[in-house]
């Protein structure tokens, strides 16, 4: 298993997109992730930053580093977001090299917090992570505000 930055994909930035479109998006904000994925990893510290688990060439899983997770705590950031791996590659804790990958190219980027909003509940613990708070997401549904030191 090796993670890469979605502009080392040789099948090429569109078909990362295609995949965290398919898990993240909807059918009508293709348009978005593939803006977002095509102008992300400009520079060497520049967010958005989006990342493929992959095996051999079939990807297994995926995250981002991302300036705003549509959270309405605008005031924070880098967020980790994008979080997935697929169902039959679950149980080998390919989350946690997920989650530590995100955090140490933040920290390189010089960050010293990780943000990240979800719906789960007790997993983000057993990483280290620390529930702050609640933020709306666009939609106006709640989510859990975490965070994790960098330092």
């Given amino acids: 298993m ?3 930055n979605v502009r080392d994909h040789q099948p090429g930035l569109e078909a ?3 995949y965290i479109h398919g898990i993240w998006g ?3 904000n293709l348009a978005f992730y593939l803006d977002a994925v095509l102008h992300s990893s ?9 990342y493929l688990l992959l095996e051999g060439a079939r990807v297994a899983g995926c995250c981002a580093l991302l300036t705003n997770d549509l959270i309405s705590r605008q005031d924070l950031w880098p967020w980790l977001a994008c979080l997935y791996v697929e169902p039959e590659y679950r149980g080998r804790a390919l989350g946690a090299t997920l989650l ?6 933040a920290g390189k980027m010089g960050y ?3 943000y990240l909003n979800t719906d789960h509940a007790a997993y983000y613990e057993k ?3 620390v529930r702050m708070e609640d933020g709306y997401n666009l939609f106006g549904e709640r989510g859990r505000i975490y965070w994790l030191d960098l330092n």
């Fill in 127 to 129: 990483y280290g992570w």
């Fill in 16 to 18: 990362a997109a295609g």
């Fill in 42 to 50: 400009l520079t060497e510290k520049a967010l958005p930053r989006f």
């Fill in 26 to 28: 909807r059918p009508q």
């Fill in 100 to 105: 530590e990958h995100g955090a140490r190219e």
């Fill in 2 to 4: 090796k993670i890469i």
């Fill in 112 to 114: 010293g917090r990780l």
